[in-house]
């Protein structure tokens, strides 16, 4: 059984040379940590938008998040929730982040993205809703290739 805690130090050292380089390459955008979105949780309604590839979803992903393309689909019941968007490691989310805000919602990206998110000790579920310790890195950032286990 997996329980919450950090993942192992190798993948934390790869996580933060990987958000190190999406966050320094990302233009004004409004992040949220994962500790501030946690304490928010607990007193607003967000919805969690899991932009990854499918493939990066069904290795690990946020408790109750859902897809950009469910989101997409349903976006008229979410227009007075406040919205996360969470990509890898914070490199794609500040454009979906933008263009939502351009459209009146209330959007934020999760700084550091799932890789943040698991390297703070927070719960990641697989595709069958298991508790999982295991995140989809991107080829050459991880030695063991693109899913890495802690």
């Known amino acids: 059984m997996v329980t919450e805690g950090p993942i192992d130090t190798t993948i934390n050292e790869v996580g933060m040379a990987l958000i190190g380089r999406c966050v320094t390459r990302t ?5 949220v940590t994962p500790a501030v979105f946690a ?3 607990a007193r607003e309604r967000w919805i969690v938008v ?10 690990s ?4 998040s859902i897809s950009r393309e469910t989101f997409d689909s349903c976006r008229g ?10 990509d ?11 263009a939502l805000r351009r459209e009146g919602l209330s959007a934020h990206a ?11 000790g ?5 595709a069958d809703g298991e508790p999982t310790r295991c995140l989809a890195i991107p080829c050459g950032i991880a030695t063991e290739g693109a899913r890495a286990c802690g």
């Open 27 to 31: 233009r004004a955008v409004s992040f």
């Open 39 to 41: 304490d928010r949780l």
């Open 50 to 59: 899991d932009i990854r590839a499918l493939w990066r979803r069904r290795v």
């Open 61 to 64: 992903s946020i408790p109750g």
């Open 77 to 86: 019941m979410y227009l007075k929730r406040q919205i996360l968007v969470v």
């Open 88 to 98: 890898t490691a914070g490199c794609e989310s500040p454009g979906y982040v933008r």
């Open 110 to 120: 999760l700084y550091g993205g799932v890789v943040a998110w698991a390297t703070t």
């Open 122 to 126: 927070r719960l990641l579920v697989d």
